[in-house]
């Protein structure tokens, strides 16, 4: 809490820290460089006067947003003037708008190498492999993790490097239990501290069996690090009687939550597809930004939507983006 004087009152300020990608004090221009996260302060009564003077001081919050038609294409060329967005049922003015197609890009390529996924590794890594020699650009960084009963970085850190990269994913070896929610909070974590757009791309069958942080602290950890997560679902079998339902109706939520998405892939056919998908998705999205309007409510989540009007299409088009964000950051 800090006290602030205002003609000779004493009044207390309440700070939100935004969490965008551009994140400065609003009494400063926009910088791309910066990154911050809103979080709420304190608010107690004014010592000389009854009535306080509530001092709003505000970060922009960042939105990544994908649309998409009917056929599940990426749909550009859409500009500011199309956009509707919504904090908390309330509509925010669109401060910064960016078709994001040259931000860098930081990935965090995280492969499930329990004993359940033993057998489609060998096609898992191929795949990858091709992903990343397709999507990667010298301005962009891409770590390998692999994650079985333990989280492993394969890259030991982020890396724009292909041949170090292939190496990464040649080393991933097959191990027992499966800790995704693990894997999730370790890799949102290394994003959390990378500017620029921020995605995760799991390859799993979608179990978990010995994680110690559990579902809600994983998706927490991702829309904290503003990470898209794009599931990519094995599933060797399509009606295996070991097939893990609950794990993928969770990577399912988990996907849309962070405005990502979530993919099915029963052959390798499948999985270049799905790769071949999340690049194109990339390479064609949005950047909406805004300073949030004056708030009453004290709650620790907020929530956003978008809307797209003002095209002949607009009522066919899906928009994803992050559920929201939080206004007090989590220690875990």
Do not use: C
Request: hydrophobic share 35%.
């Amino acid at each position: 809490m800090r006290k602030l004087a205002t003609l000779g009152l004493v009044a207390v300020g309440l700070l939100f820290t935004g969490r965008g990608l551009w994140a400065q004090q609003s009494s400063t221009p926009p910088n791309p460089a910066r990154q911050s996260a809103p979080h709420q302060g304190t608010q107690s009564e004014a010592q000389s006067e009854p009535a306080a003077t509530l001092k709003v001081d505000v970060n922009l919050v960042n939105v990544f947003v994908t649309v998409t038609d009917e056929h599940g294409a990426p749909v550009g060329g859409l500009s500011k003037e199309n956009f509707i967005l919504k904090e908390d049922d309330r509509e925010q003015t669109i401060k910064v708008f960016d078709r994001e197609s040259a931000l860098p890009l930081s990935i965090a390529l995280t492969i499930d190498t329990s004993l359940s996924t033993r057998h489609d590794l060998p096609l898992e890594q191929a795949s990858a492999k091709r992903f990343v020699h397709t999507i990667l650009r010298p301005v962009d960084a891409l770590a390998v993790y692999d994650f079985s009963e333990v989280v492993h970085d394969d890259t030991r850190g982020f890396t724009s490097d292909l041949k170090h990269i292939d190496e990464g994913i040649d080393h991933i070896r097959v191990g027992a239990a499966t800790a995704l929610y693990d894997a999730i909070n370790v890799t949102s974590r290394a994003l959390d501290r990378r500017k620029g757009r921020k995605i995760i791309v799991l390859i799993t069958d979608g179990g978990d069996t010995i994680s110690k942080v559990d579902y809600q602290e994983a998706v927490r950890s991702a829309e904290e690090a503003e990470a898209l997560v794009y599931s990519i679902i094995i599933v060797p079998i399509e009606n295996s009687a070991g097939r893990e339902i609950g794990g993928e109706h969770a990577l399912i939520q988990l996907s849309e939550d962070t405005g990502g998405k979530f993919y099915y892939a029963t052959s390798t056919a499948q999985l270049d597809d799905a790769f071949r998908k999340i690049s194109d998705e990339l390479r064609t999205q949005y950047l909406l930004a805004y300073y949030p309007s004056q708030h009453t409510s004290f709650s620790e989540f907020r929530r956003i939507e978008v809307e797209v009007a003002g095209v002949p299409s607009a009522g066919s088009y899906r928009v994803r983006h992050r559920a929201g964000y939080y206004t007090v950051k989590s220690e875990f």
